[in-house]
């Protein structure tokens, strides 16, 4: 089955660093979503993606729909305390309405 | 801002109780799906219901899964039989399209 593959696992960065992170598959998405996850809570949608190429801004995140459309990033700017978390990655094939998620990249930040 | 709402917010049952996990979408939504999460893992697809059936489920989602929209405004998620490895978060979403929908915050099932 279809599977995204998120990196890193895991970063320990001091407030004010940029961060970034990324998916890859070797299936093509249709879309590239980028959810963040507080603990106990549910996914909050950060940035949609919907065509190859594509590069949105939300505030101080940035996302982009690679030109294969089989991997995406995100990057944030100038972190803030509030950032922490688990960031997922998640997309969508052809005809399919599932989301299929990344294992996530679980950011923490030194204040 | 419109919410999705799930109800209870951590659910303990006996293997083998039947559980219902009820949840609230938001109202001009159409599109309708249950997720989960086992702990410390990715968050996994269920089902997705549109137009008052069923339009797509995973391997996970058998003959002890089933969804139900009884009234219009509630949307739940029934297992038959629990079992151990049924314990996890299962995240309520909904949509108007099929893209970028709305988590509830979830219900923690705990099967002992």
């Known amino acids: 089955g279809q599977q995204l593959n998120q990196s890193p696992q895991s970063m320990f960065i001091q407030e004010g660093e940029d961060v970034s992170m990324n998916c890859t598959s070797s299936s093509i998405f249709n879309t590239w979503l980028w959810y963040k996850q507080d603990p106990g809570e549910g996914p909050v949608l950060l940035i949609a993606?919907?065509?190859?190429?594509e590069l949105t801004s939300n505030g101080r995140l940035t996302a982009q729909f690679g030109i294969t459309r089989k991997d995406s990033f995100l990057n944030i700017s100038a972190s803030i305390p509030s950032d922490v978390g688990i960031y997922f990655c998640?997309?969508?094939?052809?005809?399919?309405?599932?989301?299929?998620f990344g294992q996530g990249t679980r950011l923490t930040i030194n204040p | 801002e419109p919410e999705v709402t799930q109800t209870p917010s951590h659910q303990v049952t006996q293997m083998g109780q039947e559980v219902i996990l009820r949840c609230v979408p938001i109202?001009?939504?159409?599109?309708f799906y249950w997720y989960r999460q086992i702990l410390g893992q990715k968050v996994e697809f269920l089902v997705s219901f549109y137009n008052n059936e069923i339009s797509e489920k995973s391997e996970i989602f058998d003959d002890q899964f089933s969804v139900e929209r009884p009234d219009g405004s509630n949307f739940t998620l029934k297992i038959r039989s629990t079992k151990l490895e049924d314990s996890a978060m299962y995240f309520c979403?909904?949509?108007?399209?099929?893209?970028?929908?709305?988590f509830g915050s979830g219900t923690r099932l705990t099967v002992v």
């Open positions: 998640a997309g969508t094939i052809q005809g399919a309405q599932k989301l299929v």
């Open positions: 993606l919907y065509k190859a190429g």
């Open positions: 109202s001009n939504h159409l599109y």
């Open positions: 979403a909904s949509g108007r399209t099929i893209y970028g929908y709305t």
